[in-house]
């Protein structure tokens, strides 16, 4: 995978001024056996013909002075667009049972949907070369696939004991850490800085270039598990500091760092990968609390910000999850924060979305409350299939989806995988 500059801060700040200024609001499973015990045969990569990334022509001799994102999505079909809305599991992807190769049964289902992104778990790690690999080949051959884009290779490393695929793993001679709440504890904000580089350079090396991380909840409610010491701690100010450098030390090793989860996981009981989950706080707690670390998050440039399926019935009050509320993702987030970056969600298979929604009509209400990346839909094809037809049934505008590929090329774009 070719060398891509390192993002500072102060790149990104002004790569989403010119977004503002612009109007805008892998695998082939080749272990012993698939799904349901069926062996799968091996696969051989075939050599394909490299595209260039980011390239447009320029007629009559003019020099275009359209940034490159303008420049690309003009070359883009809608189908193009809406596969770049997604990031899912190379196993959603491709239909097999566990993926640790790219090959064959990958370029086919990317030629199908050439997907914006793959988040990857524990289970496609088998060793250190095979990540490596699985990486640089899904890369190769999202680039040959639809519009020539390369994709987000994203995975959840947060650090700590418990969200930490890579460094939990004991494939690779990484650094380890104790959880955030430890890190938290010291008071000292350079200890996250230093959890920021270290994972954003370790991830960068193997391949990976988006991290959902860090962890931006205020944990004001002690028997929650489901964030528990995943979160930096209880004050505001504190949680503020530590994950705004975090962020700004993560984007200063070239991977881009996703906070999460907007409007704030630290006040619920339940748990959103079993149904819904609820923040009783008034509006003015959740705005003088929960949204500190958020805040500092978009003032030290992060690109992106993971919405939760978090209800909130006393701020929002419109009986939907954060994730599909236009309130909490336009009003709110864009709005009141003014986050200019990409938006992204939870998961959309866990049990407070598929509980309550089908896929389609999922994916449809999320593109319409402003939202950017659909992670994990419980099915890629009902989702991109519904968005398809939201648009072409003029439910949703051409240019509300150009919106949000605009900003995600973007995200690539900081990143140095486009232009």
Known sequence: MAYTAPITRRAWTALAAS???????????????GENGTNWPTLT???????????AEVNDGQQDERSVEERLLDTMTLEQKVAQLFIVTPEELTGVHTATVAGDVTAGALEVIPVGGLIYFAKNLVSAQQVRELLAKTHDLAVQAGAGIPPFLSIDEEGGTLVARVAKSGLFDVPTFPNMAEIGATGDPARA?????????????????????PDADVLTNPEN?????????????????MVAAEVEAMLETGTLPCVKHFPGHGDTAGDSHTGAVYAER???????????????????GCPLVMVGHIETPNFAGDGLPASLSPTMITDVLRGELGFKGVVTT????????????????AAVRYIQAGGDILLMPASLRDAYDGILTAVQGGTISEERIDESVLRILAAKKAAGLIG
């Open 45 to 55: 990569d075939k050599p394909r013909e490299h595209q260039p990334t980011g390239s």
């Open 225 to 241: 598990t489901a964030i528990g010491q995943r979160s930096f701690g209880s004050d505001p100010e504190l949680v503020a500091s």
């Open 282 to 300: 008034s509006r003015e707690e959740i705005e003088s609390c929960e949204f500190a670390p958020f805040r500092a998050a978009i003032e030290a």
């Open 346 to 361: 939870d998961s959309f298979s866990m049990g407070a979305i598929t509980q309550n929604f089908h896929p389609a009509d």
């Open 19 to 33: 977004c503002a200024a612009a109007g805008l609001t892998g695998c082939d499973a080749l272990s012993t056996s």
């Open 193 to 213: 800085a230093e959890v920021g580089e270290a994972i954003g350079t370790y991830l960068r090396e193997i391949g990976f270039n988006l991290d959902f991380a």
